[in-house]
């Protein structure tokens, strides 16, 4: 690319990132302890008769991938966003705190049986983690907004405390809690992606396309942003409005996903870098990318966390920090060198 | 000879940062087509905040600042883009674009949703990096350019939203001699192609040299207008400054140049 960017070379780009997405959702569902046998899915698929195969392919291995990609693209879109308007290149979704109010959400529900219930697609737990998450995400928000627009280190140091605070909250709840409860807590806060059928995806997505669609609608201004706030207001950039934007959908996606999947970190961090390495500092680009290449990176390290040590399966935090990391570091080197 | 129309008008500005005493007076500044202004005073002075005032960035609620004769504050921020380039002091360097990207995005005021160039936009990239010597660089990453060829393409960049009024500060600080002189020359070539011109400077010969005029601010005041020979004089600079310095002129050109007073005997 030698010009300036063009819709043309931009969906050329992105559509590499897309494709390789698209085959890890199309291989990943087949793999696992169980074989998948082509023959029952098709059967499943044109006559409707189900055998196992088909039952554990569609509603345990394809929702549990899509999710996975889904959440794991949405964070890594998030990071990309917060990582500028942050001017932090160390800011992932969870910088802002939005993690910590989840957990405490989430525990809560694990802690309390009269709070378990489940209404419409919502799970208690999920609905809790929401509602943590929400409350950080405004209070946050009360604490840094101006006249003329947000504090940004205010905005950076309040997401780290109401981080450290929720850390404590969670911390005296698990001290207090029954240990029946603690391995489920536990499970939540290593992040998990187990879901049967499309119920928890139905859940995720009202949050979670507006979320995505609101920083997709930010792209060209996190590119001014990136030049920094004074130079981007002197381009013609409502910058306010643009924090404003990103903070909220950047918040409210990050709440989805989180309240679904609990913390799986690092992805938000490492994706947008090496995307940049990759292609560029464009968010046009690495927008879209971080999604296909967080979603894909994460369909994969699910299939390894499941199949590496068949039956049981591992957390995919583990995974994705153990095989992440080293591929990261090997995209900065070569770049660098 | 009628003189330049006045393109930037600033009339009975006041302005106060929240909890400071401080307080920036403007009751009247003028920018004219084809005419650069320097804007120099010691540090905390009030340049910068004038400037910010002048490109809408900074809110203010006392006094009217007019581009074009069009009062700032009803405007969007885009349609002020289109007609006002402002270039501050410092931009971050976090993000490695290429040359050519971040002269493009000055014209993100002119473009549809997506900010994709046609083929209009490209010409107008491509002229503002000849004018300002960037064109060699294009494909380098920003982290790749030296401090002076930095400041050519952010300035290529703010030229890119074709403004009438353009705001510089401190544009050749930390550049060397070279580097300082071809930037002010592309200024001089800009301001005879029409564009009004304001730079905060602490360099006050190079101001002279190439200004048509200087504003002299001391703590939020504008304490005195006019050309580099009223401004730049002892009676002026002693107050703020103290005195020991010295005053002598140009060998080629009749302006005036400040060299410091070795002997102590100045002022």
Known sequence: MKGPLTLRSGLAHVSGYAILFAMMLAV?????????????????????????????????????????????????????????????????????????????????????????????????????????????????????????????????????????????????????????????????????????????????????????????????????????????????????????????????????????????????????????????????????????????????????????????????????????????????????? | MEPNPDLLTITDLRYAYPDSSWQLDAPSFRGRAGEIVSVIGPNGSGKSTLLRLAAGILPFSQGRIEILGKDIRFQDRRRIAKVLGYLPQESPAEFDFRVIDVVAMGRYAHLPAGGFLRDHDREVVEECMRQTATLPLKQRRMSRLSGGERKRVLLASVLAQEPRVLLLDEPTSALDLHHQVRFFAILTQLADAGLSIVVVTHDMNLASLYCHRMVLMSEGQIVREGAPEEVLTLEQLAPIYGGNFLIGRHPQIPRPLIYPDMKGTGG
């Open chain 1, 28 to 337: 990943c569902p087949l793999t696992g302890s169980e074989t998948i046998r082509m023959g029952g899915l098709l059967q499943a698929g044109w006559r409707g008769t189900w055998d196992i195969s088909a039952e554990i392919f569609y509603f345990q291995r394809v929702p549990r991938v899509v999710l996975a990609a889904c959440v794991v693209g949405t964070l890594a879109v998030v990071g990309a966003a917060f990582q500028v308007i942050l001017r932090n290149p160390l800011a992932e979704p969870y910088t802002l705190g939005i993690t910590g109010g989840a957990s405490v959400g989430a525990v809560l529900a694990i802690l309390f049986p009269a709070l378990q219930f489940t209404w419409s697609v919502f799970s208690s737990v999920q609905l809790f983690a929401l509602i943590g998450a929400f409350a950080v995400l405004l209070m946050i928000y009360s604490l840094a907004r101006r006249p003329e627009g947000f504090a940004v280190y205010t905005l950076l140091l309040a997401g780290v405390t109401l981080s450290i605070v929720s850390a404590g909250a969670v911390m005296f709840l698990r001290y207090a809690a029954s240990p029946n409860y603690l391995v489920q807590m536990d499970r939540w806060m290593m992040g998990g992606l187990d879901v049967t059928g499309y119920q928890e995806l139905a859940a995720l997505f009202p949050l979670l396309i507006p979320g995505l669609g609101i920083l997709f609608s930010c792209m060209v201004e996190l590119n001014h942003l990136a030049l920094g706030e004074e130079l981007a207001l002197g381009h013609g950039v409502d910058v306010p409005a643009v924090y404003q934007r990103v903070f909220f959908g950047g918040g409210v996606a990050t709440a989805a996903a989180v309240s679904l999947s609990g913390p799986i970190g690092f992805v938000g961090l490492i994706v947008p870098h090496a995307v940049r390495r990759l292609s560029g500092y464009d968010h046009r680009i690495v927008l879209p990318a971080s999604f296909f290449m967080g979603g894909a990176l994460l369909a994969a390290c699910d299939t390894v966390a499941r199949t590496l040590f068949s039956p049981t399966e591992i957390p995919v935090g583990i995974i994705t920090a153990l095989a992440g990391g080293p591929l990261f570091l090997r995209i900065l080197l070569r770049r660098s060198s």
